[in-house]
């Protein structure tokens, strides 16, 4: 039986509906699923800002992370669940090349962290565009590095396509 970990930021008391749905999914097609949550590791390193943890995550909580997937390394698929892992699942490819990465986004989360950013900076407004532009190629080339990327919508998939 194939295993699967998913791994999400979010607390899994109770459990993130989309998550909820997927396990139930993936169980009843013969996978073997655990979920581990990771809010307790996430930190503000550099701002209390999401969009920040999510790309420019603190090296101290991807290498929490890091050691502590150590001990499920016995998983076939390792599911990164949104913006905030996509540096660690990045990290954890490149580490152990013959596991299999996802990462999972429900959101444009860019475009969504940038608008909610620059509303309270409106100083800086001009320059979202070149801002999303050069972060939005970031995000895609993470991505891509991956075994695959997992999106929800049409409008996700021409991002990712």
Do not use: W
Request: proline share 2%; hydrophobic share 40%; net charge positive.
């Amino acid at each position: 039986m194939k295993k699967i970990l998913i791994l999400s930021v979010h607390s899994m008391n109770p459990i993130h509906p989309r998550i909820g749905k997927e396990i139930g999914i993936l169980e009843k097609n013969g996978y073997n699923v655990e979920c581990l949550s990771l809010k307790n590791l996430v930190t503000d390193s550099i701002t209390s800002n999401r969009f920040f943890r999510g790309l420019f995550q603190n090296p101290f909580f991807k290498k929490k992370v890091l050691r502590k997937l150590e001990s499920y390394l016995d998983y076939d698929y390792f599911l990164f669940y949104d913006l905030h892992l996509l540096n660690v699942a990045y990290t954890f490819k490149k580490i152990y090349l013959s596991k299999k990465v996802l990462y999972e986004t429900i959101d444009d989360n860019l475009s969504l962290y940038l608008y909610y950013n620059f509303k309270k900076i409106p100083n800086y407004i001009a320059f979202e565009n070149k801002i999303l532009k050069y972060l939005r190629k970031y995000e895609l080339t993470k991505a891509i590095s991956l075994d695959a990327t997992i999106v929800n919508s049409k409008g996700l998939k021409s991002i990712f396509n």
